[in-house]
Every structure is written in structure tokens, then in C-alpha cells.
């Protein structure tokens, strides 16, 4: 790994030039942390600048979460900066290394291809976000790759991680998105673009796996020990903290694998990789949402085995964290033998996590406040029929009402199914203490009227590359209140016809 040690190249291209107040504009309020690790867990270098910067989109609302001032982001100097043509003051341009599994493969060298960390900000609620470039031209660990990025895979990041945290669920953020005014070579000649990723960290399972299959383990106990910091400051006080650092990790996971069958969301690239150690969700590559409920449901186009699934979800991330927990033996025990025991015992959390975090979110889904026994079998059984009739996921648990069965009941193509099924939902709600209207809009705030539904995503990004960024932003304007019910976008709430349908999704690399 060429590790270029010397400080941060400053790059200006002759379009955005010197400005009159130097840096001045652009002070980012930067406190690096990762860069101040010893070099080997990254490589120094500056983004490679591109010919004509063009901001398609600011993030205003997050750019203000992080303390940034929006205008100064959106003038020339910030474009320049957000496309990587202008090293901002106090940033410290670095690449990181990681390793990973894909598809079950071992690779023991990944690292940011096409990704530069411009720094760290502590945002207005004192909490360290990363603040990357996803886009920005090679690094060391490109491989065969140009480190670039094409529009459609930027907006779709974009447009899917801002949903994701519009629902509520813990992912990567989108801050800007521009145009590099030069193209990049896939099937066809695409205009390229470069993302700006928000982050707690971009710090992977891989990330362990890198230092592991080095068996560098100072540098193991360097990561784990910023991670507790970062991460998992109360693991610290605990009398093994690196078990406790991979417990909490485990629960964060099983939490967010959850939330993510909760809102149908396919992630559809689970290596190790992309597997965050913060639990948020990171990489949108071939990701998407489902339609129709189908738990064999996958989207991307190099899945063939269908490993990454929508019903296999749960069970990789257990094999990520398995993963994860390999690593950390070193840490956890000097005894081999013993350091497997405690890890084995840690990772046997998992399914109980998993299964309550899922059972909860379900219950709620279907309007239940309280446990019974047999709820989960309910609840399995609705999704049995869903499945047989290929009922729409998000608009039957949008649209149950035990008063008004009519517009769920709709949606199953056997309704008789569903028929079965209400009544033995309603017997149950009978045992409910809440009243009608508490249920229905508890129920309206856990199950979404609006989801980036495939085929909304592939128009606005096809509309976006011939550059009419109107239904791009129309999107952003629906799913930024998923829960909400709005008359004049109630076309976005409903499915694809069968001539919509969009059943696969590509990574874009
Ligand atoms: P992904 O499947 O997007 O998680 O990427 C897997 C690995 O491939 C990571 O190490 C990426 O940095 C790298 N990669 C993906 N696309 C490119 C590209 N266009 N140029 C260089 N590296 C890439
Ligand atoms: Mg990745």
C-alpha cells in the first residue's frame, strides 16, 4: 500500500481559483481523529479535482444539523470543495483501509477505492459525524477501478439514504451531490458525480478483518479502542470491554437488520464491508424496496444466488458479526480456547435481539400494544398471505383498519385470505386497551405511506442524467415525510403496474 505520508495536497483547477478570502469561507470546524491513527489503517491523498463542478443537490436541513453554513457550502468555493478540488482548511484528506467478505469471500485488502474521508465535525448535538467523498478518483486501493461515480448511483445513495432517515432508521446521510462535468465509462458513457456521505464513522466489519489477517493486533486493539471511544463509551467501564464493545455492536445490528424488515428494505450487498460498526446502514449499492411481499426477494444483478435476499438478511449480518467477533479474539481473551467460549456465548445474543426488536416493530405494525402468545404466529400468518397474494408490503400495513377492511383487503389477489385473517385480527385487538383512534394513529406512525419505490427512483435518476432535476426533487419532497398522508402525492404511495416494474438494480461501480 503506497502510504503517501507528506500533508495534504491543495488542488485548485484554474475554474474555481483563489478566492478573495483564502479559506476563510470554508472553515470547517475539522477534528480528525482517524487520520491521528498510525498510517498503516489509511493512506494520505488529496481527491483528484474534475474539470466542471456543478452542485445538483445541497442538503440544507443537514448541512444546518452539522453546523456547516449552507450558503457557503452551495458558493463556488464550497461546490470546488464538494467535488474535491479544494482541500478545506483543517481537513485531512485520507483513504481507508479495509478488508471484507464478498459474497462469502475473503478479500484481504478493499479500502476506499473511490471514497476520500475529508475529516470529522462534531455537529450541533456533539456528536462526531464523518464527512467523505464518495466519487472523488483513485486511491491506493482502487484495484482495477476509476474511482468514480456515475449520477444515477449518487442520486440513488441520495435519494434512498435521506428516506432511510426520514423513516427513522439509523443510515449513512447525503449532504451534497454535484456534477464533475466529466463522464465516466460503464456500459455507456455517464456523467459523473461525486456524493457527499455523512457518517457517526465509515468504519466496517472489514475494517477489523484488515488489521486480523494482518494478525496485527496493536493495530486491532488502536481500532477497537477508538471505536469504544467513538461508539461505546460506557463499554469502557465494563470489566471485559472488549466483549462489551462486541455486544453492543451485535445489538445495534440486530437492531437495525430489524428496522430494515420492518420498512422491506433490501440492502442487497451485506459483505463485511458494508457492514458498519456504528449499526448505521452504509454502502446503497444495488439496494431497493420491496413491492409485493416476496421473502426471496433480490434485486441486484450480481446476486445470483440470492444470498443477500430480503428473508436472508437476518442471518448474514449473524454471519458478519461472527466475523467481527474473530477478529476481536485476541482482545477478548490471551486463552484462544477461552476467548472463543466468550465470543461464541456473545454472539448467541443475536437471535433473541433480533427476534425481539422484529416481534415489537410487528406488533406495533398490526396495532398491538401489549404480548401475547400467539402473536407471532398472527403476524406470520398475515405474511403468509401477503405473500400468496402477492400483496403490496408497505400499502397492506398502511391501509390496515379493522373498521374499514376494504381498502387492505384489496390489495390480496386471494381476499378470502385476508378475510380469514381479520377476523381473527379484530379477536385479538378486542384484548387491546387502547381505543380506535390511539391504534390507528400509533399504526400511522410506524408503517409508512411512502417509500422510495423502485420505480420511482430508476425516473427520477433516468430524468436526472438528461438533466431535468424535477422529479428528483419531487421525490425528496414526499419521502421526507414518509408517514404523512399528502392528497397531492398520493400517486407515490402506490406500487408499480405490472409495465413499471423495475426488478433489478445494478451496483453502478
Ligand atoms: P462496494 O461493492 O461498492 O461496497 O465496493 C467494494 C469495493 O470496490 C470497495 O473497496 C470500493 O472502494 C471498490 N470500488 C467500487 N467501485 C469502484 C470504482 N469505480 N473505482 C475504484 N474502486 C471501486
Ligand atoms: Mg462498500
Known amino acids: 500500500m503506497a502510504n503517501d505520508t507528506g500533508l495534504p495536497l491543495l488542488h485548485e483547477t484554474p475554474e474555481t481559483g483563489a478566492l478573495p478570502h483564502g479559506g476563510d469561507l470554508l472553515r470547517l470546524p475539522f477534528d480528525n481523529s482517524y487520520a491521528r491513527l498510525p498510517d498503516r489503517f489509511f493512506a494520505r491523498l488529496a481527491p483528484t479535482p474534475v474539470g466542471g463542478p456543478r452542485l445538483m443537490k445541497l442538503n440544507r436541513g443537514l448541512a444546518e444539523e452539522l453546523g456547516l453554513d449552507a450558503d457557503a457550502l452551495s458558493s463556488r468555493a464550497g461546490v470546488a470543495m464538494l467535488a474535491g478540488n479544494r482541500i478545506a482548511e483543517g481537513s485531512e ?19 476506499d477505492g473511490r471514497a476520500i474521508l475529508l475529516g470529522e465535525v462534531v455537529d450541533r448535538r456533539g456528536r462526531r459525524r464523518d464527512i467523505q467523498l464518495k466519487g472523488s478518483g483513485p486511491t491506493p486501493f482502487s484495484r482495477r477501478g476509476d474511482g468514480r461515480a456515475a449520477v444515477g448511483p449518487v442520486l440513488r445513495e441520495y435519494i434512498v439514504s435521506e428516506a432511510m432517515a426520514a423513516l427513522g432508521i439509523p443510515t449513512t446521510r447525503s449532504l451534497a451531490a454535484v456534477l464533475t462535468g466529466e463522464p465516466v465509462y460503464r456500459e455507456t458513457a455517464l456523467p459523473g458525480a461525486v456524493l457527499t456521505r455523512v457518517a457517526s464513522s465509515h468504519i466496517r466489519v472489514g475494517t477489523f478483518q484488515f488489521f486480523a489477517a494482518r494478525e496485527d493486533v496493536e493495530a486491532l486493539r488502536l481500532l477497537a479502542d477508538h471505536v469504544i471511544d467513538r461508539h461505546y463509551p460506557d463499554a469502557r467501564d465494563e470489566a471485559q470491554p472488549y466483549r462489551a464493545l462486541f455486544e453492543r455492536v451485535i445489538a445495534r445490528q440486530a437492531g437495525l437488520v430489524a428496522r430494515w424488515m420492518l420498512v422491506g428494505f433490501i440492502h442487497g450487498v451485506m459483505n463485511t464491508d458494508n457492514c458498519s460498526i456504528a449499526g448505521e446502514t452504509i454502502d446503497y449499492g444495488p439496494c431497493a424496496f420491496m413491492d409485493h411481499y416476496d421473502p426471496k426477494t433480490v434485486f441486484s444483478s450480481i446476486d445470483h444466488g440470492g444470498r443477500y435476499a430480503y428473508a436472508n438478511q437476518p442471518r448474514i449480518a449473524h454471519w458478519n458479526l ?17 476467548a472463543l467460549a466468550i465470543a461464541n456465548e456473545s454472539l448467541g445474543t443475536y437471535q433473541r435481539l433480533y ?38 408490503f408497505t400499502l397492506t400495513f398502511r391501509r390496515l383498519d379493522p373498521e374499514l377492511d376494504i381498502s387492505a383487503r384489496a390489495l390480496f389477489s386471494q381476499p378470502e385470505s385476508y378475510d380469514a385473517w381479520a377476523v381473527r385480527w379484530r379477536e385479538r385487538l378486542a384484548h387491546e386497551p387502547q381505543d380506535a ?11 409508512p405511506a411512502y417509500i422510495p419505490r423502485n420505480h420511482r427512483v430508476e425516473a427520477a435518476l433516468a430524468a436526472a442524467v438528461e438533466g431535468d432535476y424535477a422529479p428528483f426533487e419531487e421525490l425528496l419532497t414526499v419521502l421526507a415525510r414518509p408517514f404523512e398522508d399528502r392528497l397531492e402525492y398520493a400517486a407515490y404511495g402506490e406500487p408499480p403496474s405490472a409495465g413499471q416494474r423495475v426488478c433489478q438494480t445494478f451496483c453502478g461501480t
Open 355 to 392: 427476534g425481539e426488536a422484529l416481534m415489537s416493530g410487528m406488533r406495533r405494525k398490526v396495532g398491538l400494544f401489549t404480548a401475547e402468545d400467539g402473536d407471532a404466529a398472527l403476524i406470520q400468518d398475515l405474511l403468509t398471505a401477503m405473500a400468496e397474494s402477492e400483496a403490496d
Open 322 to 338: 461472527a466475523r467481527f467477533g474473530e477478529t476481536l479474539l485476541p482482545l477478548i481473551a490471551d486463552d484462544a480456547e477461552a
Open 437 to 447: 383512534a390511539t391504534r390507528r394513529q400509533a399504526m400511522r406512525s410506524v408503517n
Open 93 to 111: 484528506p485520507i483513504a481507508l483501509a479495509y478488508a471484507g467478505h464478498q459474497f462469502g469471500n475473503f478479500v484481504p485488502q478493499l479500502g
